[in-house]
C-alpha cells in the first residue's frame, strides 16, 4: 500500500474537534461572563497569569490551541473545495502554513508572559 | 466509450450546489463552523498577546471583551461553536461505533454519553476558573 499522511492529518482534526467540541462553549461563556457583571477568579491578571505562565498551565492551553487550529485548518481545506475553490494544493499550505503560524505564535506567547 | 452511449451525468453546480437541499445546507453549515473556531482561536491568541504585555494590556483587552462589539463576536462565535459541538457529537456512532459482542452499541447511548460528557466539561471548565 502506498504510504499516506492521511492518518495523521485526518486524526489532528479529529482530535481538534473532540477537544473543541467538549471546550469552546464553556471557554466563550467564561470570557462572556465579565460583560454581564461576573468576573471569574481565573480571568484576574495575577491570576491569569500564574496559571499561563506556569508549565503546565501553559502547556495545555498549548494543546488545546495548536489542535483548535488544525481542526479549523483541515476543515476549511475541504470547506473551501465545497465552495468550488480547485486550487487544494495551495490551499492546503496557505491553512497549513496559517495554523503553524498561529501555534508559533501561541508557544512565542506563552514563553513570554 | 460504452456501448449504449454516452453515460449520463448529471449536472451539478460547481458553486450553488449546496442550496438545492436542506441536507445539503446542513452539511454546509456545519463545515463552515470551521471558520468561527479559527475566529475563537484567533481572540485566544490575542488575549495571551495582551496577557504578556502587561497588566495594562490586559486589563485594556478585557475591556475591548466586554464592549457591545466585543459580545456581540463572542455570541455569534459561541452559536457556530454550540452547532460544532451537537453536530460532532451526533455523528460520534458513525466515526467510532462500539462493538460489544456482536452488537453495536446503540447509537444513542454513544451520542447520550457525549453530551453529558459535553455538560461535565463545561461545569469543570466554569468551576476550575472559579465562577461558582
Redesign the interface.
Known amino acids: 500500500m502506498a504510504k499516506s499522511n492521511k492518518p495523521i492529518v485526518w486524526g489532528l482534526f479529529?482530535a481538534g474537534?473532540?477537544v473543541?467540541?467538549?471546550?469552546?462553549?464553556?471557554?466563550?461563556?467564561?470570557?462572556?461572563?465579565?460583560?454581564f457583571g461576573?468576573m471569574?477568579?481565573?480571568?484576574s491578571?495575577d491570576?491569569?497569569?500564574a496559571f499561563?505562565g506556569h508549565w503546565f498551565g501553559g502547556l495545555v492551553?498549548f494543546g488545546i490551541?495548536f489542535l483548535?487550529?488544525w481542526?479549523?485548518?483541515h476543515?476549511?481545506r475541504?470547506?473551501l473545495h465545497?465552495?468550488?475553490v480547485r486550487a487544494d494544493g495551495l490551499v492546503a499550505v496557505a491553512v497549513y502554513l496559517a495554523a503553524a503560524t498561529?501555534t508559533a505564535?501561541?508557544g512565542y506567547?506563552?514563553l513570554?508572559? | 466509450m460504452s456501448a449504449h452511449g454516452k453515460p449520463y451525468v448529471r449536472e451539478v453546480s460547481r458553486y450553488g450546489w449546496f442550496f438545492r437541499s436542506p441536507r445539503y445546507l446542513r452539511y454546509m453549515a456545519r463545515e463552515v463552523t470551521c471558520v468561527f473556531i479559527g475566529l475563537h482561536a484567533l481572540l485566544l491568541i490575542v488575549a495571551l498577546m495582551r496577557l504578556s504585555d502587561g497588566r495594562e494590556a490586559w486589563e485594556g483587552f478585557l475591556v475591548n471583551l466586554t464592549s457591545p462589539a466585543g459580545v456581540v463576536l463572542q455570541l455569534l462565535i459561541l452559536a457556530f461553536a454550540v452547532y460544532h459541538s451537537t453536530s460532532w457529537f451526533n455523528v460520534t456512532p458513525k466515526a467510532m461505533p462500539v462493538l460489544i459482542g456482536e452488537n453495536f452499541l446503540p447509537g444513542a447511548v454513544i451520542i447520550g454519553a457525549h453530551y453529558a460528557g459535553w455538560v461535565v466539561a463545561s461545569v469543570a471548565v466554569l468551576f476550575l476558573a472559579g465562577v461558582f
Open positions: 479529529a474537534g473532540t473543541t467540541a467538549f471546550l469552546t462553549p464553556a471557554l466563550l461563556l467564561l470570557t462572556l461572563l465579565p460583560a461576573v471569574p477568579v481565573l480571568l491578571y491570576n491569569l497569569r499561563a492551553v490551541l483548535m487550529l481542526h479549523a485548518a476543515r476549511l475541504v470547506t465545497d465552495f468550488g498561529g505564535a501561541t506567547f506563552l513570554r508572559i
